[in-house]
């Protein structure tokens, strides 16, 4: 069983122009790495299909979908704040990613993958129950977890977050569902500044400070986060991997490289091999310097292969 890679190039028509950091380039640098390395070639590559609508209910309002859906330009871009915006084909690549997620989560619960890794966009960890932000309109992983959670072998599931981003949206739509665990480790104080001291028994948060290295990243995850992992059991596990904690990313002041990404890879790997019979889904969500997160993608990757 091999690590499914699921993505679309309709991804890539989510496009808020050149100066967005949340660029169709992403994608482009990610395929081209992992051809150029021949990694791709030892993955199982399939195309996301589009989400259904009663799935992305799973974790959103209808009101929250009317509004994407009412403020969907024809041309052009319209914002919905500061940082997120639309434009024609945005809700058409945010069904594309979002039903990855779900492709995905079908794929390794039926056991024809042990594991995968979603390359999409836009991303999806700061989409509320109710609200679009921080580039994000569609939790993916929320959707893909509670999809899970349907399933007759699946009670209890885990997220773990490393982006730089606390996964506001993620901690919003769990945030009183025991059977998710959600432990995320981000540099703090930053963007999004909501939830980031919320306490409760399912939401471990891990805030590290600016120019936070490699060992203070893992001492969090093994002092903080790895027991309330032991201690849940999941039965599933799903991987919010942002990659802008880089020390190279442009987005913010951490200094994470990819061995750090590699390492973590490993640590979840082997608590699936412990709790959850393998299953892992990862999906994509920050990292903003081309480079620096096409190489990252591929140490997570060579992780989930067992290399």
Same mark, same amino acid.
């Given at each position: 069983?091999?690590?499914?890679?699921?993505?679309?190039?309709?991804?890539?028509?989510?496009?808020?122009?050149?100066?967005?950091?949340?660029?169709?380039?992403?994608?482009?640098?990610?395929?081209?790495?992992?051809?150029?390395?021949? %990694?791709?070639?030892?993955?199982?590559? =399939?195309?996301?299909?589009?989400?259904?609508?009663?799935?992305?209910?799973?974790?959103?309002?209808?009101?929250?979908?009317?509004?994407?859906?009412?403020?969907?330009?024809?041309?052009?871009?319209?914002?919905?704040?500061?940082?997120?915006?639309?434009?024609?084909?945005?809700?058409?690549?945010?069904?594309?990613? #979002?039903?990855?997620?779900?492709?995905?989560?079908?794929?390794?619960?039926?056991?024809?993958?042990?594991?995968?890794?979603?390359?999409?966009?836009?991303?999806?960890?700061?989409?509320? =129950?109710?609200?679009?932000?921080?580039?994000?309109?569609?939790?993916?992983?929320?959707?893909?977890?509670?999809?899970?959670?349907? =399933?007759?072998?699946?009670?209890?599931?885990?997220?773990?977050?490393?982006?730089?981003?606390?996964?506001?949206?993620?901690?919003?739509? $769990?945030?009183?569902?025991?059977?998710?665990? $959600?432990?995320?480790?981000?540099?703090?104080?930053?963007?999004?500044?909501?939830?980031?001291?919320?306490?409760?028994?399912?939401?471990?948060?891990?805030?590290?400070?600016?120019?936070?290295?490699?060992?203070?990243?893992?001492?969090?995850?093994?002092?903080?986060?790895?027991?309330?992992?032991?201690?849940?059991?999941?039965?599933?596990?799903?991987?919010?991997?942002?990659?802008? #904690?880089?020390?190279?990313?442009?987005?913010?002041?951490?200094?994470?490289?990819?061995?750090?990404? %590699?390492?973590?890879?490993?640590?979840?790997?082997?608590?699936?091999?412990?709790?959850?019979?393998?299953?892992?889904?990862?999906? %994509?969500?920050?990292?903003?310097?081309?480079?620096?997160?096409?190489?990252?993608?591929?140490? =997570?990757?060579?992780?989930? %292969?067992?290399?």
């Amino acid at each position: 069983m091999s690590t499914a890679f699921i993505s679309h190039t309709d991804c890539e028509l989510h496009d808020l122009g050149p100066d967005h950091p949340e660029s169709p380039i992403r994608l482009k640098a990610i395929m081209h790495q992992l051809n150029r390395s021949g %990694l791709l070639g030892e993955l199982q590559t =399939h195309n996301a299909v589009h989400v259904l609508p009663e799935q992305i209910l799973l974790a959103h309002t209808p009101l929250h979908v009317r509004r994407l859906e009412l403020k969907l330009p024809q041309e052009g871009v319209i914002w919905t704040d500061d940082d997120t915006a639309l434009c024609p084909k945005s809700l058409h690549a945010a069904s594309l990613a #979002a039903g990855a997620s779900i492709l995905a989560t079908n794929r390794v619960l039926s056991g024809k993958n042990r594991n995968a890794f979603c390359a999409i966009r836009p991303p999806g960890h700061h989409a509320e =129950h109710n609200l679009a932000m921080g580039f994000c309109f569609y939790n993916n992983i929320a959707i893909a977890a509670l999809h899970a959670l349907q =399933h007759e072998a699946i009670n209890r599931v885990a997220i773990f977050d490393f982006d730089v981003h606390q996964g506001n949206g993620t901690v919003d739509i $769990f945030k009183d569902n025991p059977a998710v665990l $959600f432990c995320s480790t981000f540099q703090h104080p930053f963007y999004p500044g909501r939830y980031n001291d919320l306490e409760r028994p399912n939401i471990i948060n891990c805030p590290l400070p600016a120019f936070a290295d490699g060992e203070a990243f893992r001492r969090a995850f093994s002092e903080r986060c790895l027991p309330a992992l032991e201690a849940h059991a999941p039965d599933m596990i799903f991987i919010s991997a942002g990659f802008d #904690a880089h020390w190279n990313d442009p987005m913010a002041d951490m200094r994470l490289n990819e061995e750090d990404y %590699l390492w973590i890879t490993r640590q979840l790997m082997a608590l699936a091999d412990r709790y959850s019979q393998g299953r892992i889904v990862s999906i %994509l969500e920050g990292g903003y310097n081309p480079t620096a997160l096409a190489y990252s993608v591929q140490a =997570h990757l060579e992780g989930l %292969l067992g290399g």
